[in-house]
């Protein structure tokens, strides 16, 4: 383990965090909307069923903090551990962000706790749902205030590099960089997504199983409306991230689409294999599509790849990952299409068990759009690390002990995985809803 290259095991475990934190990251930034939407709606309608939703989905946020916090902590400390050159050159332009994120989380934490233990308390209904803004806002400062740290990798700007030092410093245009607006939106958009499309699997898969109380219909169509309207925003915002490649990454941009001559009418590449010539065989050319996806014309010049030299060129293997990821994100928005049409329709049985498996898988889903979309916004920036300025090779630790680092977080990943989905699994199931609807004085769905 000590022999391997040391760079390549600290891209594996970095990566590795990444992969296990941006899920539990995405939940703690969408769910505390969610639970805000159904008190709110539980109060303006005064309907206990949504109130009990928020109740629930507050109690298994709690846990998905908790396993978000360890992973979110892990990241700090492998970028100064397993990044130090790079902490070296960059760590005063992101220490801003960095910080700002950390007074973020406390913010959301502290209004978190109040929130769980002050049901009840309040005598006007509507002041514990107002404990939920800051939560929500918390949560989604964090992902804004972090977020900014990636999108100054991608597109780095407020500093002069001198002789590999940083002077002259605005942290505050690092942070405002030209990649910012359409990654923090994507991002946010993206946990939005994910969030309900979590929550409305629980509710179909409950359906699934027979639970035909009116409780889970309600949260069933509350969940997917709103997973359809995130699905339509990261769509829409998605669009507007392959102009931001067009224009500022356009070898990204080229390697995702294999698209090597720079040309207008460009066709879309999706799906297909290389040859050793670099030629594109078996795949689906749609005529313009890259042009007005750069440009919104199709006499758009779209930059190719061969403008580049060979070793600043992203693997074009992302262009897998870029195809995938378009086509999940296109099913997750077909599947509440197809949920919602299905209400529209008279006579029609809204429940179908096809459509509830479809919604069920909206959550794995969302999940690997999101795993999709982190693998390749980070492989799509190879070899760079800070774009333009370092390298992963010069910013990565020489020390021989990664391998063991690995070793120990794969450890630490798989008990924190597997305590959270037994500790959500006996937390739901030793208290069901139908039950506590019953010592809420509800059965049935109507108020006694």
Not at 91 to 99: E, S, V
Not at 192 to 211: E, N, P, Q
Not at 244 to 258: G, H, I, R, S, V
Not at 404 to 409: G, K, Y
Request: a positive charge; glycine letters at 8%; charged letters at 15%.
């Amino acid at each position: 383990m000590s022999s391997m290259d040391p760079v390549l095991l600290s891209r594996i475990l970095t990566g590795l965090t990444l992969f296990v934190h941006i899920i539990f990251a995405s939940i703690g930034v969408g769910v505390p909307l969610m639970i805000a939407l159904a008190e709110w709606r539980g109060l303006r309608t005064n309907d206990i069923h949504y109130t009990l939703l928020a109740r629930r989905w507050a109690r298994g946020f709690v846990i998905t903090v908790a396993v978000g916090v360890v992973t979110g902590t892990s990241i700090g400390l492998q970028l100064s551990l397993l990044w130090p050159m790079f902490m070296r050159v960059a760590g005063q332009a992101i220490a801003l962000p960095l910080f700002m994120e950390t007074f973020a989380f406390f913010i959301e934490a502290i209004f978190l706790g109040i929130y769980l233990y002050t049901w009840d308390r309040f005598k006007k209904k509507y002041t514990h749902m107002l404990l939920l803004i800051p939560v929500a806002l918390g949560s989604s400062a964090s992902a804004i205030f972090i977020t900014t740290v990636n999108s100054f990798m991608n597109q780095p700007q407020g500093f002069t590099l001198v002789n590999g030092i940083m002077k002259d410093i605005h942290p505050i245009a690092a942070m405002l960089n030209p990649a910012t607006p359409t990654k923090v939106s994507h991002v946010l958009a993206s946990s939005y997504t994910l969030s309900a499309g979590v929550l409305a699997g629980i509710a179909a898969f409950s359906l699934l199983r027979g639970r035909d109380h009116v409780y889970y219909k309600k949260a069933l169509k509350l969940t997917t409306v709103c997973a359809l309207v995130f699905a339509v925003s990261t769509v829409m915002i998605g669009d507007s991230s392959g102009k931001f490649l067009a224009k500022y990454q356009p070898e990204k941009l080229a390697a995702a689409e294999w698209h090597f001559k720079t040309m207008t009418k460009a066709p879309l590449v999706y799906g297909g294999i290389l040859d050793e010539n670099n030629e594109v065989k078996y795949a689906l050319e749609i005529p313009y599509a890259l042009s007005i996806l750069a440009g919104n014309r199709p006499d758009t010049e779209v930059k190719g790849l061969e403008e580049y030299p060979a070793d600043l060129r992203p693997p074009l293997s992302i262009h897998y990952m870029f195809d995938l990821k378009v086509t999940t994100g296109v099913i997750i928005l077909l599947i509440p299409v197809l949920y919602v049409f299905r209400r529209w329709l008279p006579g029609r049985k809204p429940y179908p068990k096809w459509l509830l498996l479809g919604i069920v898988l909206l959550g794995p889903l969302a999940m690997i759009a999101i795993e999709l979309g982190w693998m390749f916004a980070e492989v799509g920036r190879q070899p760079w690390i800070l774009r333009g300025y370092m390298k992963v090779s010069e910013a990565a630790t020489t020390s021989s002990s990664v391998g063991w680092m690995l070793v120990l977080f794969i450890v630490l990943y798989l008990i924190l995985c597997f305590s959270c989905i037994r500790v959500l699994s006996k937390l739901f199931r030793n208290k069901e809803a139908e039950k506590e609807l019953d010592s809420l004085g509800l059965k049935g769905g109507i108020v006694h």
